[in-house]
């Protein structure tokens, strides 16, 4: 079994830009958190990481979409975990949509990997598994539910009002 | 949607006995790991957490087992993670093969969840997404895959000559 | 014995601020990170934690640092351990000089303490160690080292050499 | 600046020994906690680590602290750090006592370094500190304290006494 990991960025690749910056309010997207996560995973697959973009998935404009299409396209295996910016993963996803020979699952996190609390190892735990199990179609794995992209706003906004609410 | 987690023991959930053994050699079983990961994954979904036994997996005993089945079979949702010692997970496994109207996957982790570099919080993930996206029947989630429990002896031993190769 | 922890912001405060920016690329100032550290040291002494101010130690500006004298003036207790950004700290040490009846011990970060690889637990216990053992003055407590706040210049230009030459 | 930091074993240095023992249940002495601490320190001194012993602090039997008290007595430099299981340092503090050349802090942990919320790095950091700070002598760094080690077992019974009535 091989999987391809591709890094688009988003807060899980977040990392702080020690000296790089003036200030250092900024953070930059840093190595693709799956190269530390999967060491520590006992693989028992294969895997290759992907970079397609490294920005917030506020700031990917349509030609990063379109690379990431083509990044997703090219790739001769069928299980496919792309790692995104939790804004905007269904525009992506939409995106994707048309591929339809592949299991396409699109996870991020809230904290950055580097956090001791973050929900990354977590959330490539998730994705790592769904890939594995789901037909072909694009799924967002996210606050501990896998489901199509297209059931994901409905998701999101649950959880949202849920936030809200504490 | 709602997910039962039932904890049997097992590395996942060992903890250092601070203060309560004379030489402190010794770990023990403590909560289940999940109540810590848990709410950090933001999950969108119920869950409850119940505890069945608190043994390393090797001293599971026949009544043990009994008592494990008899705890699945009488939750009232088909989702189940079970979280279990890594040696013995597969005489569980088939201890609960008869039940067939729920997904259980069973899953443990290969350094205790309180370790900074412990599997656990990836591997609950993974138990996470498959209890959703999968069939009814007994898988096992370790080593980064989800398989039918019939498979894992192939997968262990796999993983066993590789660990043994490096 | 009694320490007052004092936060002015910087690195080791700096958390990630979920869902409250558009982008989410800026750090903001979060609780003061000795309030992490502090439960998890046992500690047999007691403590206060003073918030001075939230910036960092770039943006802090003359009367921050009067502020900041204010408040370790205004201490009835002679042990003061001051978290700060690290790029003014001789900066505030300078105001601080002319205060001769306490032991005051500057600290930070080069990552945030919520960051798994920080050095944030290591320095806190660096000027948690350093307040009760040297005698009246200004002190930084950085790089592995506690110095005279007269001497950390020379301390910071070796460590930005040696960092420039791997 | 030199410190060398002498592993005697103890709780900070224990490690989960994945698939060494039959059960699992025991922890074992892994290698020395300050080989991982002090790479996130960004220390500005040198530094050797030494392996004196590998015990549970319990066991130590007076040849093993004839052997450390060899090891700290045969080092060119002196500032000696010693990591060291919690429940007998004042024994073995009591043996150093006769060396008056050098500064000698002893150090360990309540838990051991490798769980997320270990007291180790804030440890090695008050001994670090202290070991720059402080006059020749012998002294016991725990509980958030520095203290010369015949005052260890007052502050050790309050901590006690302390735990207890939580």
Known sequence: MHIVFIQTGGTI???????ETDH???FQIGVPAVQSILPYSYAMFDYSVVEATKKDSLDLTDEDR???????????????????????MVKTAEVLNSITDKTIVLTGAMLPEKFMTSDARFNIG????????????????????????????ALHQAYEAKALSK
């Open 13 to 19: 690749d977040k990392d702080y830009p020690r000296g």
């Open 24 to 26: 250092g309010y900024e």
């Open 66 to 88: 379109k690379l990431i299409y083509e990044t997703v396209k090219s790739q001769s295996v069928d299980r496919i975990v792309i790692t995104h910016g939790t804004d905007t």
């Open 126 to 153: 998730m994705a790592t598994a769904s890939v594995q199990a789901l037909p072909h179609g694009v799924y967002i794995a996210l606050y501990g539910r896998v489901v199509p992209w297209k059931e994901f706003p």
